[in-house]
C-alpha cells in the first residue's frame, strides 16, 4: 500500500496504471511515426497530445474500476467496462488529436488506430484485473493474536485488493490467548519474537489484540521488531490501511486524540470551499437538462410535488433543509414516523428507482451546496430522529458532524444502502476514515469513484 496525500492506495495499482499510460503514450507515438514517416522536430510537436491522450483514458478507466482488483462477478461484466470505456475513448481521442491547439494529426485514421490500440490495452487490463492474481512484491505478515481479531484481519487479507499481503502465521499473545484461528498455522517458537520474525522473513507485524495492558502483548519484544526494521501496525492502523475505514470496535478516544489526521484548519476548509463552489456550477450547467427530464418524469408518473425538502443535521450538528428530487411516493410517511430508506423500499416510484439508481435525485443538492450548507464530497447528512438514536447506540457517531455533509462520500460508494443501526456502524467506520484523511486528492477519488457508480450501476447508495 502507498500513502498518498493521507489515502492508501494498493501499490500495485499505482503500478499498473503508470505501466498502461506509457504503453499507450508509446503505441501512440508508434503509430504517428509508421503513419506518417516524419522526421525528429514534428515526432517532437506530438509528445503533448500522446501524454494527454494517455493521462486522459487513464484516469477514464480508474473511473470506471478497471484497475479496482477483483470487481468483476462476471465476465459479461468485464466485457461491459471495457466496452464503455472504448466507445469513451471516442470523443476524448477527437478532442486531443483534433481541438487541442497543438494539435498536429492529419488523417483520419490516426485517431481509428490509437483508439484500436486502447481497446488491446483495456481489455488486456481488464480481464487481467479480474482475474487478480498476487501482487507483484508480497509482504509477509506475522499477526499477533490468534483471536476473534486475528480472524478478522486474515479476513480482511483475503480481499484481492491485498493479494500483495501474505500471512504467514499467528504468534500467541499469551498462554491464555483463546484460538479461532487454524491451529496449523499458529506460530511456535522458542527463542524471542523477533528471532521467529526473522526465521519466517516478515516484513510487517499486526497487533490482533485490543487489551495492551498486564503484559497481554509483548511491548518489548515489538520495540525490537521496530528497531530491527520491522513495521508494526494496531489494529486501527491496520483496517485503516487495508479497508479505507476506521473500526469502531479496535477504536480508542486516545487514538482520536493523540494520533495523525483529523486536521480542520482554515486552509483546508477555504480550498475545499472553492472546490465546491466551481464544482457545483459546472455540474448544474451540465446537469441542467437532466434534470428537466427528471423533473418531467416525476410530474407525468406521481404528479407534484418534484422536489422534496426534508431537516438532516450538518455541521456542527447545525440543521439545515436538504433539496432532492422527490423518489417515493407521496404518501411515503402519511404515519409521521420516519422510516429508514432500503434498497428495494416498496415506496420508490418506478422514475424514483430509475433516479436513484444513477444518483439524478441527488442533483438539487447542489444547490445546498452552493448554499454553503453541504459539501460535494463527505458523509451523507442524516435526520435528527435518526442522528439521536445512533449518538446514542454507537461510540463516537457525533465525530462525523465535524465536517460538512456531502452530496456523495467515501462511505455512499464503499458500502450499499443502510436500512439498519448495524448498517449504521459500518458506514461510520468508512466516514470516519474520511474525516481523518479528508484533501482535495481524496475528494477527487471520491468523485471518481462515484462517476463509476453511475455509469456501471455498480450499486446505488
Known amino acids: 500500500m502507498l500513502k498518498l496525500f493521507n489515502h492508501y492506495v494498493p501499490s500495485n495499482t499505482v503500478l499498473q496504471l503508470l505501466f498502461d499510460a506509457l504503453l499507450l503514450f508509446v503505441a501512440v507515438i508508434v503509430v504517428f511515426v509508421v503513419q506518417d514517416k516524419v522526421d525528429g522536430e514534428l515526432l517532437f510537436s506530438v509528445v503533448p497530445s500522446a501524454l494527454v491522450f494517455a493521462a486522459a483514458m487513464m484516469i477514464l478507466n480508474g473511473a470506471l474500476g478497471l484497475y479496482r482488483t477483483g ?18 475513448s471516442v470523443p476524448v481521442a477527437y478532442g486531443v488529436f483534433r481541438v487541442l491547439p497543438w494539435g498536429v494529426f492529419a488523417h483520419e485514421a490516426m485517431e481509428l488506430n490509437v483508439i484500436a490500440l486502447l481497446g488491446l490495452v483495456v481489455a488486456a487490463r481488464g480481464f487481467a484485473v479480474r482475474r487478480a492474481g498476487a501482487g507483484v512484491l508480497v509482504k509477509r505478515i506475522m499477526v499477533i493474536g490468534t483471536g476473534a481479531d486475528a480472524v478478522a484481519v486474515e479476513h480482511a487479507l483475503t480481499h ?16 491464555n490467548d483463546e484460538v479461532r484461528v487454524d491451529p496449523k498455522r499458529i506460530v511456535h517458537f522458542d527463542g524471542s519474537l523477533l528471532a521467529a520474525a526473522n526465521q519466517l522473513r516478515v516484513n510487517e507485524i499486526i497487533v490482533a489484540v485490543k487489551e495492551r495492558r498486564g503484559g497481554v502483548i509483548p511491548l518489548r519484544e515489538l520495540l525490537d521488531c521496530k528497531m530491527a526494521g520491522i513495521k508494526v501496525l494496531d489494529l486501527s492502523s491496520f483496517f485503516e490501511r487495508v479497508r479505507g475505514q476506521v473500526r469502531i470496535d479496535s477504536l480508542r478516544a486516545s487514538w482520536l486524540i493523540y494520533g495523525e489526521g483529523f486536521r480542520q484548519g482554515w486552509g483546508r476548509t477555504l480550498v475545499k470551499r472553492i472546490f465546491d463552489i466551481v464544482a457545483s456550477l459546472g455540474l448544474l450547467i451540465l446537469a441542467a437538462p437532466v ?8 410530474v407525468i408518473e406521481d404528479g407534484a410535488p418534484v422536489f422534496y425538502r426534508q431537516e438532516r443535521v450538518g455541521l456542527g450538528g447545525r440543521l439545515f433543509k436538504v433539496t432532492k428530487f422527490r423518489s417515493m411516493r407521496r404518501d411515503a410517511e402519511r404515519d409521521g414516523k420516519p422510516r429508514w430508506a432500503s434498497a428495494n423500499d416498496d415506496r420508490v416510484t418506478r422514475i424514483g428507482r430509475f433516479i436513484r439508481k444513477v444518483r439524478i435525485d441527488e442533483l438539487p443538492q447542489l444547490f445546498n451546496v452552493l448554499k454553503g450548507d453541504m459539501s460535494l464530497v463527505g458523509p451523507r447528512p442524516e435526520r435528527p430522529f435518526f442522528v439521536d438514536q445512533l449518538t446514542r447506540d454507537i461510540p463516537f457517531y457525533a465525530v462525523r458532524h465535524c465536517v460538512k455533509p456531502g452530496v456523495t462520500g467515501w462511505a455512499q460508494v464503499r458500502y450499499q444502502y443502510g436500512s439498519s443501526v448495524d448498517d449504521a456502524i459500518n458506514k461510520l467506520q468508512y466516514d470516519l476514515y474520511y474525516v481523518k484523511n479528508h484533501t482535495l486528492f481524496l475528494d477527487t477519488v471520491v468523485l471518481f469513484e462515484t462517476v463509476r457508480v453511475v455509469l456501471t450501476g455498480d450499486g446505488a447508495h
Open 160 to 175: 484481492p485488493a491485498n493479494a500483495s499481503l501474505q500471512v504467514v502465521g499467528f504468534y500467541p499473545a499469551g498462554s
Open 291 to 298: 434534470m428537466v427530464l427528471a423533473a418531467l418524469a416525476i
Open 71 to 88: 470487481f468483476g462477478g462476471e465476465w459479461r461484466e468485464t466485457l461491459m467496462r471495457v466496452a464503455i470505456s472504448i466507445v469513451l
